[in-house]
């Protein structure tokens, strides 16, 4: 196999939020991860080097959301973006500039303004676009540059599309949501 075998520095218990997810840095030294540091908080994004055993918070959601989560590295690794919910079904996409070592270098920027529930940011290879999903029962991919220009693109697959990947190439996988009402 060539998959490495590691073992993992205990660092939590982590308290899942409902917007989890977790991404690697390109280098694989560290993680960026979504976790709550004390039970009632809003999740908020931590850098985790889980072979020194420490964890950095990057990020600070207001008070009474339900926080930060679904964190994708930009392919240059110089940008993170993530969802951040104000309620489940009401969020924007924002972006934090960091450094080679996962750092934050500013305050993030929101980068939607939707209010809708969106999340799963996936970054298209140039790092000037994100395609994410967006609405929560029925929801739909949408794509937006970075730069903030140009307005948000529905890319037309239907109801029901979420969690985007997009590899080098630029070929983009998803998942379709079936809801069946009896």
Same mark, same amino acid.
Request: glycine share 10%; aromatic share 8%.
């Given at each position: 196999?060539?998959?490495?075998?590691? &073992?993992?520095?205990?660092?939590?218990?982590?308290?899942?939020?409902?917007?989890?997810?977790?991404?690697? #840095? %390109?280098? +694989?030294?560290?993680?960026?991860? %979504?976790? &709550?540091?004390?039970?009632?908080?809003?999740?908020?994004?931590? $850098?985790?080097?889980? *072979?020194? +055993?420490?964890?950095?918070?990057?990020?600070?959601?207001?008070?009474? #959301?339900? !926080? @930060?989560?679904?964190? /994708?590295?930009?392919? /240059?690794?110089?940008?993170?973006?993530?969802? $951040?919910? *104000?309620?489940? %079904? /009401?969020?924007?996409?924002?972006?934090?500039?960091? @450094?080679?070592? !996962?750092?934050?270098?500013?305050?993030? $920027?929101?980068?939607?303004?939707?209010?809708?529930?969106?999340?799963?940011?996936?970054?298209?290879? !140039?790092? %000037?676009?994100? &395609?994410?999903? #967006?609405?929560?029962?029925?929801? *739909?991919?949408?794509?937006? *540059?970075?730069?903030?220009?140009?307005?948000?693109?529905?890319?037309?697959?239907?109801? !029901?599309?979420?969690?985007?990947?997009?590899? $080098?190439?630029? @070929?983009?996988?998803?998942?379709?949501?079936?809801?069946?009402?009896?």
């Amino acid at each position: 196999s060539d998959l490495k075998s590691f &073992v993992l520095t205990r660092l939590g218990p982590f308290i899942i939020p409902p917007t989890t997810a977790i991404c690697w #840095s %390109a280098n +694989g030294e560290w993680l960026v991860a %979504a976790d &709550v540091e004390k039970p009632g908080e809003p999740a908020a994004l931590f $850098r985790v080097d889980f *072979r020194k +055993g420490k964890k950095v918070r990057l990020t600070a959601p207001p008070p009474n #959301s339900v !926080g @930060d989560g679904s964190p /994708s590295l930009s392919w /240059s690794g110089k940008q993170l973006a993530f969802s $951040r919910l *104000r309620q489940y %079904a /009401s969020g924007d996409i924002w972006i934090l500039p960091i @450094d080679s070592q !996962g750092q934050s270098l500013t305050e993030p $920027r929101q980068l939607t303004h939707q209010n809708l529930h969106a999340a799963t940011p996936a970054w298209a290879p !140039g790092d %000037a676009e994100i &395609v994410y999903h #967006s609405g929560y029962d029925y929801s *739909r991919l949408l794509q937006i *540059r970075t730069d903030g220009k140009g307005g948000v693109e529905d890319l037309r697959f239907g109801e !029901g599309c979420e969690h985007p990947s997009i590899d $080098r190439m630029g @070929d983009i996988v998803f998942t379709r949501q079936h809801i069946q009402i009896n």
